[in-house]
Nanobody, 122 residues
């Protein structure tokens, strides 16, 4: 079992930046890939970034490349999503997830946090 707790969401103006955190606990988290997804009202949950905890390899879709970055702090068992040049279209609930493989597939992630709201005003 892996427990995930997101934090760092909030209200930001367009063009601003925000860093989300995901604190992981439970089973050996270093064995997992950590992913970030987001879900806007009325839309499907969308992949935004992932990182393999042990190798540090990352996966970021073209839709947010150059604006979003993912990193980890092994000592704190925490994964970060750094978001820059935020736009109103980035408004969503952002979820942290843990899975076995480095993938964008939502169904490959076994554990999920409760989500944190990010709202970008124009």
């Amino acid at each position: 079992q892996v427990q995930l707790v997101e934090s760092g969401g909030g209200l930001v103006q367009a063009g601003g930046s925000l860093r989300l955190s995901c604190a992981a606990s439970g089973r050996t988290v270093s064995r997992y890939t950590m992913g970030w997804f987001r879900q806007a009202p009325g839309k499907e949950r969308e992949f935004v970034a992932a990182i393999n905890w042990s190798s540090g390899n990352t996966l970021i879709p073209e839709s947010v490349q150059g604006r979003f970055a993912i990193s980890r702090d092994n000592a704190k068992n925490t994964v970060y999503l750094q978001m820059a040049s935020l736009q109103p279209k980035d408004t969503a609930v952002y979820y942290c997830a843990a899975g076995v493989v480095l993938t964008a597939r939502l169904g490959d992630y076994d554990y999920w946090g409760q989500g944190t709201q990010v709202t970008v005003s124009s």
